[in-house]
């Protein structure tokens, strides 16, 4: 783990730190004294910005969360037949992940020890169902293949999807962010749609 240089400490900087360490450690086995030795700062210089770890949870995984739901305000995701705005999303999912790596990565970790985490679950719990029920319109239109079980079809999906937080590593030699989502959408949507 880097520690940051007292002289650029920002609260974002922090709450990047912060991540790094939940990731590594997890949550629970992370104490202030951590995060204060990873942050090269004091502890009091923490709690001047944060009331303790669970806000820099609740600020981590709310990042994720509002790139996730951000999606669905997009203008690709409401309009269109359902099979079309499901396949913007599932490209998108793809795109959110990656760019927020570190805070989907703990979001996909939070186990529901806490209140945040227990509101976290049940906001990814929400998004889940979005998804869902644009996957069963999109079936319900007849454009998904009708021998596929919707809810086991979702299931893979985000499989598949929150598997990458695994396996991606962006350090500039490998796969880039639109080449996952290129390989995702062709793998899901090769599977799910019905033939021409």
Do not use: C
Request: net charge negative; charged share 30%.
């Amino acid at each position: 783990m880097t520690t940051a240089k007292r002289d650029t400490y920002t609260p974002e900087t922090l709450l990047s730190v912060a991540v790094g360490v939940f990731n590594e450690r997890g949550y629970d086995g992370t104490s202030m004294e951590h995060l204060s030795r990873a942050a090269g700062i004091s502890k009091s210089s923490i709690y001047h910005h944060v009331s303790g770890k669970e806000e820099l949870l609740r600020r981590a995984v709310s990042r994720a969360l509002d790139g996730l739901f951000g999606i669905l305000d997009e203008e690709h995701a409401r309009v269109g037949r359902a099979s079309d705005r499901l396949e913007h999303v599932v490209r998108r999912m793809v795109e959110v992940l990656i760019t927020e790596l570190p805070y989907v990565t703990l979001l996909l970790r939070v186990r529901g020890n806490t209140d945040t985490e227990r509101w976290a679950l049940e906001r990814r719990r929400d998004f889940d169902h979005e998804v869902a029920e644009l996957l069963k319109a999109a079936a319900a239109d007849g454009d998904l293949r009708g021998d596929v079980e919707v809810r086991l079809a979702t299931r893979l999906v985000f499989g598949m999807i929150n598997s990458i937080v695994e396996w991606y590593r962006p350090d500039g030699r490998g796969m880039g962010e639109r080449e996952v989502a290129d390989a995702v959408v062709q793998v899901v949507f090769g599977g799910l749609r019905k033939a021409a």
